[in-house]
């Protein structure tokens, strides 16, 4: 009976200790994958790369229909990441 609980105690410690990794995880790291999916220049709100840390490399594109993560590789996303600098280059900073 005793070992019993035992067991049960580890058990159940091993499993909070893997869901709190995989929360803390997704927090730092929202991108697990990635889309071949490069949303409309106009629809982008902003970007951001992800962390080097984490195990994909990703760019998050933010817009008014979500998030997508796309390969910073990627011709294309790369188009967008530039359009996005010179617009913001663009706007005067006072």
């Known amino acids: 009976m005793r070992s019993a609980s035992i067991a049960l105690l580890c058990l159940t410690s091993l499993m909070l200790v893997h869901l709190s990794s995989q929360i803390a995880s997704k927090a730092l790291c929202p991108c697990l994958k990635n889309t071949d999916r490069v949303p409309q220049?106009?629809?982008?709100?902003?970007?951001?790369?992800?962390?080097?840390?984490?195990?994909?490399?990703?760019?998050?594109f933010k817009t008014d229909r979500g998030m997508f993560c796309c390969d910073p590789t990627k011709a294309k996303v790369k188009e967008v990441m530039q359009f996005l600098e010179e617009k913001m280059a663009a706007i005067p900073k006072h």
Do not use: E, F, N
């Open 41 to 60: 220049k106009i629809r982008i709100k902003s970007y951001a790369r992800q962390p080097g840390a984490c195990y994909t490399d990703a760019v998050l």
